[in-house]
């Protein structure tokens, strides 16, 4: 009987709540249910909350030395045949925190496989000081091969010179969901996920008053998730008594467990209005997909790819510019609600071929086999 690969995988688990931290428990969860592995997590607890996140301190240089530390214990514990270490992104701390792990991680284990959940790098290399650039690409040499999100999402290792590179798309529980039924009269839009400008949040109620002043459909639109600094809940209530909303927008919060599943399964159309530079994998799409919801999605990086080359939905065009583009696709989307149905069948067929647990835990199992 040949030995259990010994694989660590790297990165902070929930809290709090958000896209990578919960792919990253779900990937523990799911390559520990194989029995050919014995896994172990290598624990990041830089950023307690987002309203730190991507900040520099003093607190984030002594998690440094305690993360160093785990992986010594763990590597301590027995061998490392593989680390799966998640990308930090481009901001200037994840990518200090990237140069200063990744040589470490390589020097224990025989193998680093860098996981890009976050995602941007590629653009943001050419703005980084020469010194700064030099010592994020040595790091990623030490590497031996990289896991992206979708095809897109490989220009970012690429462009840190790396080579061995996957496309891997992640995945969500598919737990039961109700039945879908007709629009409400007027239909409930959702909009979810961290509130700020790179995901489109004041564009879209600009865009919500211009569709509404150009003669679109009545709708009602909810804003779901909690503001990303500095954004904040007194300026989009500013937003939408400027833009004379209150009538129509429902500023909701961060939801949760039962409560978030509810707010997917009220909404009759999901808008994903995001230009993040740093969006790698919109995992509210494909919750929105589970949930057989049509889409408003924009043709930013790879979200189009995301939710599939015949999605069931329209596409906003964040250029020339991101309002107008949002305007117009909440028109067309309000003109064809009864191609609704339609579409939110096709997205829900396309999430149970390509999104869920399943699907990623047997991709990822087989790559980790053959790179280990």
Same mark, same amino acid.
């Given at each position: ?34 029995? %050919? ?18 900040q520099r301190s003093w607190r984030k ?144 109620? #600009? ?5 509404? %002043? ?23 209530? %500013? ?24 707010a997917y399964a009220e909404a009759d ?17 494909? #919750? ?30 964040v250029e020339p510019d991101l309002t ?49």
């Amino acid at each position: 009987m040949s030995r259990q690969l010994q694989i660590v995988v790297a990165g902070q688990v929930p809290p709090p709540v958000g896209g990578q931290n919960l792919n990253i428990a779900r990937i523990l969860h799911l390559l520990g249910e194989e029995k %050919d592995f014995r896994v172990r997590h290598w624990a990041f607890r830089f950023t307690p909350q987002w309203t730190q996140g991507r900040q520099r301190s003093w607190r984030k240089l002594v998690e440094l030395v305690f993360v160093w530390f785990r992986l010594l214990k763990l590597r301590l514990g027995g061998p490392i045949d593989l680390i799966l270490y998640p990308s930090g992104g481009p901001h200037f701390a994840p990518v200090v925190r990237d140069i200063l792990l990744l040589p470490w991680a390589a020097f224990w284990a025989k193998k680093v496989v860098v996981h890009f959940h976050a995602a941007g790098v590629a653009e943001a290399l050419p703005s980084m000081s020469e010194r700064l650039r030099g010592w994020l690409l040595w790091a990623h040499e030490k590497c031996d091969g990289a896991i992206s999100l979708t095809e897109f999402g490989k220009k970012d290792p690429a462009a840190l010179g790396m080579t061995n590179l996957e496309a891997m798309p992640l995945a969500i529980e598919d737990d039961p969901v109700p039945p879908r039924s007709a629009p409400a009269s007027p239909p409930l839009l959702l909009h979810l996920g961290h509130l700020c400008p790179d995901k489109g949040t004041p564009q879209l109620l #600009e865009a919500a008053r211009q569709a509404l %002043d150009a003669g679109a459909p009545p709708f009602r639109l909810q804003l779901v998730g909690e503001p990303l600094p500095p954004y904040s809940y007194e300026q989009i209530e %500013d937003d939408i008594q400027r833009l004379q909303l209150a009538d129509v927008v429902e500023v909701a919060g961060l939801k949760r467990g039962q409560e978030l599943d509810a707010a997917y399964a009220e909404a009759d159309l999901f808008i994903f209005s995001s230009v993040a530079p740093y969006e790698s994998f919109g995992m509210v799409l494909i #919750e929105a997909m589970r949930f057989s919801l049509p889409l408003i999605t924009t043709n930013w990086r790879a979200n189009t790819e995301v939710a599939g080359a015949d999605f069931g939905g329209i596409v906003a065009a964040v250029e020339p510019d991101l309002t107008q583009g949002l305007a117009t696709a909440l028109q067309k989307a309000l003109e064809q609600q009864a191609s609704w149905p339609e579409w939110g069948q096709r997205n829900r067929q396309s999430f149970e071929e390509r999104y869920t647990l399943p699907v990623l835990q047997r991709n990822l199992a087989n790559y980790l086999r053959h790179d280990a």
